[in-house]
């Protein structure tokens, strides 16, 4: 598309789920909108600019968060999934078990805080979700096929999903321009004041103006250039393992969230993803650890140079030796070469999403790893904010309000 003349009631930076979504409740209300931000690149090889975190096939849907407010935005979400599949015939979850294991005793306090069983099934309990404690012996009887380490215990929801971010966000794309919204496959680079809205620019030349801009950028916020100070939160580098799982190995495997220690040293922390088909055609277990927090990013520079990694394959080890212990003999020895695939992720310093006024008719909304569960909710909420200005939900709106670190 070239520069518009039009004017917009609101202009969406960023198409990834957050964005997407945010675009399609605006455009349900009626509103005047155009969403803006690239298609997927090709490859990371010689990548260049902003990268989306949504470049996968499996994320968890469920409600074994922490804190409350995260299960809470989940839950409203996958309330609307089927809906949302239903009006748009693109089919984005997969039905699973959601399963988090963790040792019956852990005492690092800032591990502790995040893998707190009670708090799971608490939260679950809070909004109407139902789930169900695992001692080491039940755990060892609901899931014959898999080997977890003595000493740990679970929680698991039955009926949650595994979520295509993907087709997620296609979905909200579809949705919103079925509504009348306006789609365009370019990158922002600055936003600026035009009479009582905003102007936006994009790396073409394109130009569209708005009453009210809401920036939806994910992990690359602070390395955008849209803001004139930075949030806090930070970019990190995360790096997936993809296993190759031919047919049918592990196939009856839940979604799992893994804190697994021996001798009370942490082994493993991180996700195990059932195996699930990939846009090259093969079957995958996908596992990401917390080697993430090794990599933090600052810069537009810095996200370049890591995607271009491809990611780190220092992390194929510490993968397969947990699947190796964790898998049957017969269905480890059945699986394939392991891959690496490059990933941003980011974390709010608050520990929340942030949802608040960055700056005169500019919005600002970002969340972390959750940001696929929750987008539709986020993308609910901030409609309605950047149609009002004003905060009229029950979550109070002091939790999302953002914290700036300069």
Not at 156 to 178: G, S
Not at 279 to 303: F, H, Q
Not at 377 to 382: D, F, I, K, N, V
């Amino acid at each position: 598309m070239s520069a518009s003349t039009d004017r917009f009631d609101v202009a969406v930076v960023g198409a990834g789920p957050i964005g997407a979504a945010t675009a399609r409740h605006l455009a349900d209300q009626g509103a005047r909108t155009v969403v803006i931000g690239p298609a997927e690149p090709a490859t990371h090889i010689d990548h260049e600019g902003v990268w989306a975190g949504h470049y996968d096939q499996g994320r968890m849907g469920h409600v074994l968060e922490v804190p409350l407010v995260a299960a809470l935005l989940a839950s409203r979400s996958i309330d609307r999934f089927a809906e949302l599949a239903e009006r748009t015939g693109i089919s984005f979850t997969k039905p699973s078990h959601s399963l988090a294991v963790m040792p019956r005793s852990l005492h690092d306090p800032d591990l502790s805080e995040w893998f707190d069983l009670d708090r799971f099934a608490g939260n679950a309990a809070d909004v109407g979700r139902p789930v169900e404690r695992l001692d080491e012996d039940q755990l060892r009887a609901a899931y014959p096929r898999l080997r977890f380490e003595p000493g740990h215990v679970a929680v698991v929801q039955r009926d949650a999903y595994i979520v295509n971010p993907r087709d997620l966000t296609a979905a909200e794309l579809a949705a919103a321009t079925a509504a009348g919204a306006t789609l365009v496959r370019d990158e922002v680079v600055s936003t600026s004041i035009a009479g009582t809205g905003r102007r936006v620019t994009a790396r073409s030349g394109a130009t569209w103006t708005a009453d009210t801009v809401v920036l939806a950028t994910g992990a690359s916020t602070n390395a955008g250039g849209l803001l004139d100070r930075r949030l806090a939160m930070d970019t990190l580098g995360a790096t997936v393992v993809l296993v190759e799982a031919p047919d049918p190995v592990a196939d009856d495997m839940p979604a799992i969230m893994y804190l697994k220690q021996r001798d009370g040293e942490i082994r493993y922390g991180g996700i195990v993803m059932s195996p699930l088909r990939y846009p090259d055609g093969r079957r995958y277990l996908k596992c990401s650890g917390d080697s993430v927090l090794a990599n933090r990013l600052t810069s537009r520079e810095d996200i370049t140079a890591w995607i271009r990694t491809g990611g780190s394959t220092d992390d194929i080890a510490p993968s397969l030796a947990m699947l190796r212990d964790l898998l049957a003999p017969e269905a480890f020895a059945a699986l394939g070469p392991a891959h690496v695939r490059p990933c941003l992720v980011s974390a709010n310093h608050s520990g929340h999403p942030y949802l608040d006024h960055a700056d005169d008719n500019l919005i600002v909304v970002v969340d972390g790893d959750r940001g696929v569960m929750a987008a539709d909710e986020l993308g609910r909420l901030t409609a309605g904010f950047a149609l009002t200005a004003r905060w009229t939900d029950g979550i109070p709106h002091r939790l999302l309000q953002a914290e700036w670190s300069c």
